[in-house]
């Protein structure tokens, strides 16, 4: 048998055992029905995981999340599962669980890292730098590498969008001074005023 038909079987044996051998919901407390709820819900969710059945997986993710809204690892488990079809509406909504995971566990360094892993795959190395940072600083060095190079990716477009500025500026005085002096350029680079009379 392999793995996944186990899995499956497995849970599906612990949701048959939830309801055959226990007394009937009506007789138990609020506590122990929210129990089994969340029992039920993990292990469909694990049978929607193994089949690959992405819409059925979210679902069961958010009804977890639902019942467990201050529990780190789901957050983080569920970010990690809805961005990983690389949508920017999806690394967006993995984004958002992931952050909310940080708020309740915010020295747990790899949260921090994927976060701004996530932030680097949405095309946002400013956002994704301080999360690489806390990373390194709560002890993953495996995000050291990724926080230098976007550092120094960060720090090489600075300057170069200052140069590029400064030349900009550069120009914008060139041509008021040109204008001002009546030899302004007109299209195609040459002067506006064609004195070119050279036969």
């Known amino acids: ?50 089949r690959k059945q992405r819409a059925q997986a979210l679902a069961e993710y958010a009804i977890l999340v639902g019942y467990k809204p201050n529990d780190p690892k789901m957050r983080y488990a569920y970010g990690r ?10 690394i967006a909504a993995g984004i958002a669980q992931i952050k909310k995971a940080i708020e309740l566990d915010p020295g747990n360094f790899t949260y921090n890292g994927v976060l701004g892993a996530m932030y680097l795959k949405a095309k946002k190395p400013n956002e994704a730098l301080p999360y690489l940072k806390l990373a390194v600083q709560y002890g993953g060095a495996d995000y050291k590498k990724t926080y230098e190079e976007t550092f120094v990716y960060i720090e090489t477009k600075k300057r170069a969008d200052l140069v590029a500025k400064k030349n900009a500026e550069a120009k914008k005085v060139q041509a008021a001074a040109a204008k001002a002096s009546g030899t302004g350029t007109g299209p195609g680079g040459k002067k506006s005023d064609d004195d070119d009379d050279d036969w």
Do not use: W
């Open 1 to 50: 048998m392999s793995k996944r038909v186990i899995t499956s079987a497995l849970a599906m044996a612990v949701i048959a055992t939830s309801f055959t051998v226990a007394p009937a919901f009506a007789e138990l407390d609020a506590a122990t029905i929210q129990k089994r709820r969340e029992v039920i819900h993990s292990c469909l969710l694990q049978i929607y995981l193994d």
């Open 81 to 90: 599962y809805v961005a990983n079809s690389g949508t920017p509406a999806d």
